[in-house]
């Protein structure tokens, strides 16, 4: 999985229009001082490693947080195993998973902008992406993160449950009795994953609560380290577990394999 486009909208040098940038294998970012290069890191750094102690008042274009930050990135050349994770969350021709980060000013219904000091502006982050799902004559097909209760099953069970003369029922060890919602969810899996092209379908689009992929963005995209432009060379190189470096050779320890780890 790689990088393919980004776009970012105000967000400290950039501003509604905004700025959008395809990236190759290697990409080399010039220009002058202050021309925003560090902020493109800087806006990655915040789609992959999100904090709240990253985001101040002055992270958004001139100060102005009426408006939301979006920074929308796309993946290409995700591999075989990326694709059956995220598949129905990519696009149309199936090899490109697009996520777009909000980041804005969270406000009681009472509160304006103009009441609160900067100390107390309390900032919140959403992702956004699209899903394809079911139409609405295909329920019983609907590939959600919740497991179907057992009223839905006894009732679609009931019913013919077949796709372009596909029997859904034909992935069920037992076709008498109707399954457990465990059961079944594994089964919609394995229609998702063997017949995509055959399912009536339409495409979603919401943030993470609605697409129910909150926990397979964090486990499964790239790993992104920010390394600040470097100017005080002994303080920065030293390996911490709070500097880039440390974050970096903390990584690679707990995720090196265990064949290596042993000998």
Do not use: C
């Not at 999100?50 to 939301?68: A, E, I």
């Not at 920074?71 to 696009?91: A, C, D, G, Y």
């Not at 577990?241 to 990584?251: A, D, H, I």
């Amino acid at each position: 999985m790689k990088i393919s486009n980004l776009k970012v909208h105000n967000f400290k040098t950039f501003d509604s229009d905004g700025i959008s940038l395809s990236l190759k294998d290697i990409t080399t970012l010039v220009g002058e001082n202050s021309a925003g290069k560090s902020n493109i890191l800087e806006a990655l750094d915040l789609v992959f490693n999100f904090s709240r102690t990253k985001v101040s008042k002055r992270t958004f274009h001139h100060d102005d947080v009426s408006k939301t930050i979006t920074i929308e990135v796309s993946f290409s050349n995700l591999s075989e195993e990326e694709k059956r994770k995220f598949k129905v969350h990519l696009s149309e021709s199936g090899d490109e998973l697009t996520i777009t980060q909000k980041i804005f000013l969270k406000l009681e219904e009472v509160e304006n902008i103009e009441d609160i000091g900067d100390t107390d502006f309390y900032y919140e982050e959403s992702k956004h992406g699209t899903k394809w799902n079911a139409t609405e004559q295909f329920e019983w097909a609907k590939y959600e993160t919740k497991k179907p209760t057992k009223t839905n099953i006894k009732k679609w069970w009931k019913t013919d449950l077949t796709i372009e003369g596909f029997d859904f029922k034909t992935l069920f060890e037992e076709i008498d009795k109707e399954p457990t919602p465990e059961i079944y969810q594994e089964k919609i899996e394995n229609l998702w994953q063997e017949h995509f092209d055959k399912i009536p379908k339409e495409k979603v689009v919401g943030d993470e609560k609605v697409l129910g992929w909150k926990n397979k963005l964090k486990g499964n995209l790239p790993k992104y380290f920010y390394v600040p432009a470097i100017k005080h060379v002994e303080e920065d190189l030293k390996v911490l577990k709070n500097n880039p470096f440390g974050e970096m050779m903390s990584w690679l320890t707990k995720n090196i394999s265990d064949e290596i780890r042993t000998q």
